[in-house]
């Protein structure tokens, strides 16, 4: 066998942690492992070796187990939207990790989730439904721990803003219902359509999450967005007086 | 017995390290065990990644530290020493170190006094094809290679460099057996260890996953080890995944697992600490009791360590 070249261990490296990250790949090493490890610039030596860990159980294991650690942070943080995502989730999981690399960090892989998922909905894939879950997961999280949550939009200097405990999410179910089918893995498509609006708010006694009026919830988004010019004074004035809103 | 060694950045006598005892790797189950529970711990290891958050290379400032977490570290370095276990160092990847991560390791290493510092013999860091680095997503093994020697060697000699305190290495669990290595295992680590002057953090529970997954003996793996570089071992359950016995950390040790703790235990002349590991999402089955219970054994066993 010839010794390995310093320049192939980086592409040694590159093809294994792809394996492990792709069963795709794995079995594409067992059907057609010429043009498989093409684009990889390897010694004899470790081409040989990256087929033989390739028809080892151990590789399954390892391939299950990147899935797990990828996983694990999407359903600690976004397990309502997983839900949501239904018979779909396997298919976007597998596209997401294909487009997107890991990351160590919950928050970051959290993060690229979202920005995948946002991307799916702008371009038709996915219903608009799996974007307003994944808003009033983004807004718990903020309030619970500030982990993996949204932060509020920028407001400029002097305009009117929510207050920054709380959140206001748009929603085309009846949120209640949608929560129960969600817990209850219902299906989702059960649910009759309208325009509602949650508030997510801390308190003394923890987080809060209520159903609000479109005549409160519409005025609130607005201006969570930085759009508080839009809201009629009197309307401002009344927000203002509970304190939700802050002049 | 003194096992002293000279690498670049300095000497540390491995056998000078304070004796620690028994101690438990953090995770947030853990607060109110550590206060109600005083006696049954004397140290604790943290892993410092878990208690920020990371805004990538280049960010400024790269680093949020959570304050909840800061909390509970603050109060238990003000009690008790503290170890650094480090999981993104990438010791066997071709990456460049990440040397914001090393300086804020270096930072923290001043503000929390840590015993030692430690990381895997694995790789976490990748460079795509695009040359962009990324996680690997799992911690993955290298074979044992003179090549690999010399890399993991060189980057543990600039951690070294960087940080003013001992570093251990900790073999690996590893679920694929490449072919055609050069060394073994356990000649790779002695190797490691005497060039670069690192000790070994010795997860017995991986030795005895790897033993049970690739079908050696354990007891003969770790009698091949150098025992002086033996300062910290860790202990943990695993769990079975389709025959595959997994480091998941899930409650109690299996027996087999403790054996080999005592027959090294008995036989490493510094060891300085044995450290026991369970994920936060087993303790509502572990338990205060069952969580007294393994550090209770680990403690027989760090009763009965060699001298």
Same mark, same amino acid.
């Given at each position: ?26 079995? #594409? ?17 470790? #081409?040989? #070796? ?71 909905? #702008?371009?038709?894939?996915?219903? /608009? ?54 817990? /209850? ?63 | &017995? ?30 109110? =065990? ?15 990644? &878990?208690?920020? *958050? ?7 400032? @790269? ?28 010791? !066997? ?16 290493? !001043?503000?929390?006094?840590? @015993? ?25 093994? &290298?074979?044992?290679? +003179? ?14 460099? !960087? ?11 590893? =679920? ?5 290595? $050069? &060394?073994?295992?356990? $000649?790779?680590?002695? +190797?490691?260890? !005497? ?25 003969? =793996? ?69 969580? *007294? ?10 009763? @009965?360590?060699?001298?």
């Amino acid at each position: 066998m010839d010794a390995p070249r310093p320049v192939t261990l980086a592409a040694f490296q590159r093809a294994l942690s792809d394996l492990v990250a792709s069963p795709v790949l794995v079995r #594409r090493v067992w059907d057609e492992p010429d043009s498989a490890l093409a684009g990889y610039e390897l010694s004899a030596r470790e #081409r040989a #070796r990256l087929e033989a860990v390739a028809h080892q159980p151990g590789m399954e294991t390892s391939c299950a187990l990147y899935r797990m650690n990828r996983v694990t942070p999407l359903y600690t943080y976004l397990r309502l939207t997983c839900q949501a995502l239904e018979g779909s989730l396997r298919e976007e999981l597998d596209h997401f990790w294909e487009l997107q690399p890991a990351h160590a960090q919950f928050e970051r892989e959290v993060r690229h989730f979202e920005t995948y998922l946002r991307s799916r909905v #702008r371009a038709g894939a996915l219903p /608009a439904l799996i974007e307003e879950v994944l808003d009033l997961e983004l807004a718990v999280n903020a309030l619970r721990d500030g982990h993996a949550g949204s932060e509020p939009s920028p407001v400029a200097d002097g305009a009117l803003s929510l207050r920054e405990d709380a959140r206001v999410v748009r929603i085309s179910r009846e949120p209640l219902a949608l929560l129960s089918a969600l817990d /209850a893995e219902r299906p989702l498509d059960e649910l009759a359509v309208g325009e509602h609006y949650v508030l997510v708010m801390s308190g003394d006694d923890g987080l809060e999450v209520l159903p609000i009026a479109d005549e409160l919830g519409e005025p609130l988004l607005a201006i969570a967005r930085g759009d508080g010019d839009s809201v009629p004074a009197e309307t401002v004035e009344l927000l203002v007086e509970t304190g939700l809103v802050v002049d | &017995m003194a096992v002293e060694s000279q690498p670049r950045g300095g000497t540390h006598d491995l056998g000078a390290l304070p004796e620690l005892g028994v101690g438990v790797l953090y995770n947030v189950a853990l607060p109110g =065990f550590l206060r109600s529970n005083p006696a049954a711990w004397d140290y604790v290891e943290v892993i410092p990644d &878990m208690f920020w *958050r990371d805004r990538g290379p280049g960010q400024e400032p @790269r680093y949020d530290e959570l304050d909840t977490w800061m909390t509970e570290l603050e109060w238990i370095a003000s009690h008790r020493p503290v170890i650094a276990h480090n999981i993104g160092l990438s010791l !066997a990847g071709t990456t460049p170190l990440d040397e914001q991560y090393v300086a804020k390791l270096v930072e923290w290493h !001043a503000r929390f006094d840590f @015993r030692w510092h430690s990381d895997h013999l694995s790789f976490v860091d990748v460079a795509s094809a695009h040359g962009l680095d990324h996680n690997t997503g799992l911690a993955v093994p &290298m074979p044992y290679d +003179q090549e690999v020697l010399d890399l993991v060697a060189g980057r543990i000699e600039r951690v070294r460099q !960087a940080i003013p305190a001992a570093f251990l290495i900790e073999n690996n669990v590893s =679920f694929i057996d490449f072919p055609d290595q $050069e &060394m073994s295992e356990p $000649e790779f680590l002695n +190797q490691l260890a !005497a060039r670069t002057g690192c000790g070994l953090l010795l997860d017995v529970h991986n030795v005895y996953a790897n033993s049970r997954n690739h079908g050696f003996d354990a007891q003969a =793996f770790v009698d091949a080890l150098e025992f002086d570089r033996v300062i910290e071992i860790h202990i943990a359950g695993g769990t079975e995944l389709d025959g595959m016995w997994l480091d998941s950390h899930a409650g109690a040790c299996p027996e087999p697992v403790l054996e080999l703790l005592d027959h090294v235990a008995e036989r490493a002349p510094n060891l300085r600490a044995i450290t026991f590991e369970f994920h936060e999402s087993y303790f509502p089955v572990l338990r205060e009791d069952g969580l *007294r219970e393994q550090l209770e054994r680990a403690r027989a066993a760090w009763t @009965r360590r060699a001298r």
